[in-house]
């Protein structure tokens, strides 16, 4: 059974840093790329960035580039999300989403979630 | 905002069926596949539709997705109570990002 378990998230002051993290289990690492994926409150989905099978290309959505670092560790089948100078409009749940292919391309589809992780960014 | 155009609500009685639109350009949906994922309150979405019209296992062939160029379909036939909950479409939009539409929130009434 795939699980997807993201945590890091939290209360962060405009400028600062998180680093989020989803554990993986149930499926081997490196058949899958990983994605982001965020919910403002109330609001629908946006995708934040996704990263290659190996873990050799990373992709981002125009309002988290320069801000945002997907990582991967597969010894501990773990995918990282690195965000930096945090706004207002970042506040959201990130959900970490495993994509059917190990590459990241257009007709990959995203076929398990995480619970999720809220990330809230206010003074 | 999305340049995925969905309605932002559809309903109908038990038994009944409703259609959800997605309407893009011919520069996502008219050249790339469709996903649909269905979201219930305070949960995480969950994937309906892929390819267009694909059904992982587990979903009921009560839903079904088509794509005709630039907009797609997805529809739910025999409504449940069990249905009410938020849809989401997604695909593609310039090189590599992908896209969801604003979402759709069904009601049983």
């Known amino acids: 059974e795939v699980q997807l378990l993201e945590s890091g998230g939290g209360l962060v002051q405009p400028g600062g840093s998180l680093r989020l993290s989803c554990a993986a289990s149930g499926f081997t690492s490196r058949s899958h790329a990983m994605s982001w994926v965020r919910q403002a409150p109330g609001k629908g989905l946006e995708w934040v960035s996704a990263?290659?099978?190996?873990?050799?290309?990373?992709y981002y959505g125009e309002s988290v580039k320069g801000r945002v670092t997907i990582s991967r560790d597969h010894s501990t089948n773990t995918v990282f999300l690195q965000m930096n100078n945090l706004r207002a409009e970042d506040t959201a749940v990130y959900y970490c989403?495993?994509?059917?292919?190990?590459?990241?391309?257009?007709?990959?589809?995203?076929?398990?979630w995480g619970q999720g992780t809220l990330v809230t960014v206010s003074s | 905002q999305s340049v995925l155009t969905q309605p932002p609500s559809v309903s109908a009685a038990p038994g009944q069926k409703v259609t959800i639109s997605c309407s893009g350009y011919?520069?996502?949906?008219?050249?790339?596949?469709v996903s649909w994922y269905q979201q219930f309150p305070g949960t995480a979405p969950k994937l309906l539709i892929y390819?267009?019209?694909k059904r992982p296992s587990g979903i009921p062939d009560r839903f079904s997705g088509s794509n005709s160029g630039t907009s797609a379909t997805l529809d739910i036939t025999g409504l449940q109570p069990g249905d009410e909950a938020d849809y989401f479409c997604?695909?593609?939009?310039?090189?590599?990002?992908?896209?969801f539409g604003g979402g759709t929130k069904v009601t049983v009434l």
């Open positions: 390819d267009n019209n």
């Open positions: 990263i290659s099978g190996s873990g050799g290309s990373t």
């Open positions: 997604a695909t593609w939009d310039r090189s590599l990002s992908a896209s």
């Open positions: 989403a495993k994509v059917d292919s190990s590459v990241w391309y257009r007709r990959t589809y995203f076929e398990d």
């Open positions: 011919s520069s996502n949906i008219g050249t790339d596949y």
